[in-house]
C-alpha cells in the first residue's frame, strides 16, 4: 500500500504498543501508559506529539478530548500486515486440540464441525466453517430403514465422506425383510455412480425385479436425488455466536442485537467468507473493509483448508476489531493443519 512508507521507526513502534495496549484492555492509551509500559526511552512530550502525527495520518484516533487514542482501522491494517507478531499456542492448547481431532472421526461433515467447535473455544470469539462444495458426488452405498409400517429412512452415503438422509412416506406397507432385499437392490445399482449416471431403464428393470410399484420406486430414488444434493451443496457451521457479547464494545444492546441476528443469516456469512478466500487461501478483513453494514466493527479472519486445486472449504473466526490479530491467525493456520491432515487420512489422494 501506498502508507506503508508513511512511518518511521518510532512511529511504527508506538502504533504497536497503543494497538497492544488496547487489544489486551479495551481502553484508549495515553501517552504516559505507554511512557510507562514500554522501554521506549522517549519522554511523554515526544511521545505525544508522536501520537498527534499518528492521528493526523489517520492511524489511530481520539474518541473523547481529554482520552487517550484509539485504533483506526488504517491503524489495524498496517498492524496486521507489518507489526503484528504471530503468537503461538500454549503446550496445553496444541495438546487439547489434537487430543480432540484425534478422535479419528470418519464423517467430513462431523470433523469441520468439531474443528469449528475448537475454534471458538481457542480463540473466545465466533468460529464458521464452510464444508468444500463437490460437484460430483459418488454414491458409496444406500441404506433403508424402516421407521414404521409406511415410513422409510433412506440415508445416503457418497465418496466424499458426507452423509445425509430423507424420510420418506410410502404409500404401502412393506417388512424389514422387502427393505433390506431392495436395499440390496438399490446398492447394487447406484453404488460408484452418480445420480446423473441412472437412467430410466435401469430403474424399471429394478422395479420389475422386485415387482413393486413405480411409486414406491420414485419416492425412493427422489429421497437419494434430495440427500445427493445436499451432499454437494456447502454446509454452513457456526459455533460461539454469543460471545460476541463479552466483549465491551457490544455492550449496547441494539448494536450486539444487529450482529446476533447477522450471525444467524447463514447464507449471508458463507457468501461473506467465500468473497473473503476468492482471491487469497488467506485473510484478514478489518472493519469498514467488509462490505456489510453490521460489519463494520468487526474483523474476518478466514483460510481455505484442503489441497490446492482440489475441492476446498473454509474457516473463519469473526470478532470484534479489537481481536488478538496474533493468537487467532496462528490458531486457523494451526487448525488448517490438522484439518488437511485428518482429510487425507480419510480420503486418501481422492478428494
Sequence with gaps: MVWEHE???RKKIILKSIIDDYIQTAQPVGSRTIARKHELNLGSATIRNEMADLEELGYITQPHTSAGRIPSDKGYRFYVDHLMQIHGLANEEILNISKVM???IEELNQLVKRACSIISAV???TSVVLTPQFSKAVIRSVQLVGVDDKRVLVVVVADVGMVNNKLVKLEECFDEAFLTRLSN???QLMSGKTVNQITMPMLLELQNGLNVSSGVVFHIMEAVAECVKKIESTDVY???VTNILNHPEFNDLLKAREVLELLKEEEVIAAMVKSAVKKHQFDVRIGSENEIDQMKELSMV?????REGRDIGTIGVIGPTRMTYGKVVSSVQYIKQLLNKEIVRI?????
Design 238 to 240: 457456526l459455533d460461539g
Design 7 to 9: 512511518l518511521n521507526e
Design 185 to 187: 437392490s438399490i446398492n
Design 347 to 351: 480420503f486418501g489422494d481422492d478428494l
Design 102 to 104: 484425534d478422535d479419528r
Design 302 to 306: 478466514t483460510a481455505q483448508y484442503g
Design 123 to 125: 480463540t473466545g470469539y
